[in-house]
C-alpha cells in the first residue's frame, strides 16, 4: 500500500526564514509523490511532483522538494518565508489504481504553516 | 479558463435528510474524482469516473452514497440518507486523460450534518 506521513501538524516561522515541512512516504514500488498546498476558503492548487525523473523538484513559489529513496522522505522546504506561504500543505502520493488513464491520491494529514512577521 | 467549480459550497442538513453535492470539472477533462475530508482526518479518495464511467469506487464509504456524472460532463454526489459521521468537505478535482497529468481542485462544499 502507497502511504504517507507528514511528521508535524503545524509549523511556525518567523518571515524572511526557512521552511521544512516533513514527509515520509511508504510505497511498494516507485511512487509517485506531491505536495499541495491550500490556501483558505480556496481550492488545493498543485505545488510539485515527482515522478521518477530528477530527484530535486522545484515547484511554484520558490518550494523545492527532494525525494529521497534511501530515506524514504520527501520533505518540501523554501529558503524564505513569505506571509502569503500561509497555509495547509499536504504530501500526496498515488494509489495504486486499476485505470490507465488517471489515478487516486493518497494524502497526508497536512501541515499547518503559519508565518509570523 | 474556469476552473472545477462545485456548489453549494456550504450546506447544512439534520440527520437523515438527502443533499446532493455538485462538480462541474474543467472542460474537456474526462477523469473526474471525488475526494472528502471529514474533521482531523486526511482527505480521502472516494471514487473516480473516466467520463460517465466509474473507473474506481473503493473510496465510497457506504451504499448511502451516490455519484454520477451522466453525459461526462458534471457530476454529482448525493449522500441519502445523511449521517453525522458524513460531515466534512467534499472535493471534487478533473484531469486530462493520461496518469501523469495534474489534478485540478475545487474549493469544496462543506457538508455539516446535524
Known amino acids: 500500500a502507497q502511504s504517507v506521513t507528514q511528521l508535524d501538524s503545524h509549523v511556525s516561522v518567523s518571515e524572511g526564514t526557512p521552511v521544512l515541512l516533513r514527509c515520509n512516504y511508504s510505497?511498494?514500488?516507485?511512487?509517485?509523490l506531491f505536495w499541495y498546498v491550500q490556501h483558505p476558503n480556496k481550492g488545493l492548487q498543485l505545488l510539485l511532483k515527482?515522478?521518477?525523473?530528477?530527484?530535486l523538484v522545484k515547484g511554484i513559489n520558490g518550494f523545492e522538494a527532494e525525494f529521497k529513496k534511501s530515506e524514504t522522505s520527501f520533505h518540501l522546504t523554501k529558503p524564505s518565508a513569505h506571509m502569503s506561504d500561509a497555509a495547509e500543505y499536504f504530501c500526496?502520493?498515488?494509489?495504486?489504481?486499476?485505470?490507465?488513464?488517471?489515478?487516486?491520491?493518497?494524502f497526508g494529514k497536512g501541515t499547518s504553516l503559519l508565518v509570523t512577521p | 479558463e474556469a476552473g472545477v467549480t462545485q456548489f453549494p459550497s456550504h450546506s447544512v442538513i439534520e440527520k437523515g435528510q438527502t443533499v446532493t453535492l455538485r462538480c462541474d470539472p474543467i472542460s474537456g477533462h474526462d477523469n473526474l474524482y471525488w475526494y472528502r475530508r471529514v474533521m482531523g482526518k486526511e482527505i480521502k479518495f472516494l471514487l473516480h469516473?473516466?467520463?460517465?464511467?466509474?473507473?474506481?469506487e473503493s473510496g465510497m464509504p457506504n451504499n448511502r452514497f451516490l455519484a454520477e456524472r451522466t453525459g461526462g460532463t458534471y457530476s454529482t454526489l448525493k449522500v441519502q440518507p445523511a449521517e453525522l459521521e458524513d460531515s466534512g468537505v467534499y472535493f471534487c478535482?478533473?484531469?486530462?486523460?493520461?496518469?501523469?497529468?495534474?489534478?485540478?481542485f475545487g474549493p469544496g462544499t462543506r457538508l455539516t450534518v446535524l
Open positions: 469516473f473516466v467520463k460517465e464511467s466509474k473507473q474506481d
Open positions: 515527482y515522478t521518477s525523473a530528477a530527484t
Open positions: 510505497s511498494s514500488y516507485s511512487p509517485s
Open positions: 478535482a478533473s484531469s486530462q486523460v493520461s496518469q501523469n497529468d495534474e489534478q485540478f
Open positions: 500526496v502520493v498515488t494509489l495504486i489504481s486499476n485505470s490507465n488513464s488517471g489515478y487516486a491520491l493518497n
